[in-house]
């Protein structure tokens, strides 16, 4: 009996603790991964939202639910039927209904898991009518960006360290260290954007977590996803196929702004180069941020 009641409490636990994992507070970070934190980063884009109810409303439930069930099956099995409890051991071999049972339940699982699943691929594999577009190609190990609606603004994206990552922290106190780069990828907000996405030597893949896609980089080969960033800020991901050496030093940052600093940025980015538009975006946005403010003060 107190067998029981004391692996009833651990069930309730493991219950608890997967719920709890899927309260917004503890799936903090809005952009970048936080200390402690589970769960998924926040979204910030349509197809994260509908990943984060994917996750949060079916797959958790399910996943939570058979865990308990096999949990108090096993104990049953160690309270019923262990030596003592049970001496003279039934020699029964086979039971048609219970065998039928736990093929067809699982298959049944399987069934109610795929389609919202299959529902959720399709949403993000159907690119919609796009306000612009994107050319990503990864490289050993950096990322290139060329926007194919303007002439002349393309760019490579290198990580930023030593040196350069203290010159980016005195504009911008609150970049972190192995996710910032010195020229991210500029979007307005609300808008549509294509990503055509290949790779210039082996496969690289590109990935925003708060927006959602992960898609990978093929060498000869160009694929496509669709983001709509709807909040703005600065987001981090991370190249997330393994590409060699540097493959942990080619993170992928982006700069989500009204439309109109957006169109600020290109102006600036085609009549004085991607650099400068770049130092008075981040510098403007730093001045804006609240972590800024933190950074400064825990500097002092
Ligand atoms: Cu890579």
Same mark, same amino acid.
């Given at each position: ?52 109810? =994917? ?30 409890? #049970? ?8 039971? /048609? ?5 736990? /093929? ?18 399709? =949403? ?30 393309? =760019? ?41 996405? /290949? ?15 992960? %898609? ?18 600065? =987001? ?45 975006? %981040? ?14 003060? #825990?500097?002092?």
């Amino acid at each position: 009996m107190r067998l029981r009641m004391a692996c009833g409490l651990l069930a309730g636990a493991a219950l608890g603790l997967a719920i709890g994992g899927a309260t917004p507070v503890l799936a903090a970070g809005l952009g970048q991964p936080q200390e402690w934190q589970l769960g998924f980063q926040q979204s910030a884009s349509p197809i994260m939202d509908n990943v984060h109810v =994917f996750h949060d409303r079916i797959m958790l439930p399910l996943i939570t639910l058979i865990v308990a069930l096999v949990l108090v099956l096993l104990v049953v099995v160690m309270v019923r039927f262990n030596a003592k409890a #049970n001496p003279v051991p039934s020699k029964t071999t086979h039971n /048609t209904l219970i065998e039928v049972i736990w /093929t067809v339940v699982p298959v049944l699982i399987l069934v109610i898991i795929a389609i919202p699943s299959f529902r959720l691929l399709y =949403f993000e594999r159907t690119i919609p009518d796009a306000d612009m577009t994107v050319k990503v190609a990864g490289n050993q190990w950096y990322w290139s960006y060329e926007y194919q609606d303007q002439q002349n603004i393309s =760019f490579d994206s290198l990580l930023l360290d030593g040196d350069a990552l203290q010159t980016r922290r005195q504009i911008d106190p609150a970049a972190p260290r192995l996710l910032s780069v010195d020229n991210p990828i500029v979007l307005p907000i609300n808008k549509t954007v294509r990503l055509i996405v /290949t790779a210039n030597d082996v496969i690289h893949s590109w990935t925003i977590p708060s927006f959602g896609p992960k %898609i990978d980089a093929i060498p000869g080969r160009l694929n496509e996803a669709w983001i709509k960033p709807e909040k703005e800020g600065v =987001f981090y991901g991370q190249c997330s196929e393994l590409c060699g050496q540097g493959h942990a030093y080619m993170p992928i940052e982006a700069r989500v702004v009204s439309q109109e600093r957006y169109d600020a940025w290109l102006k600036q980015a085609a009549a004085e180069g991607v650099d400068k538009a770049n130092a008075a975006l %981040i510098q403007e946005m730093a001045a804006k941020s609240p972590q800024v403010a933190d950074a400064q003060a #825990n500097s002092k």
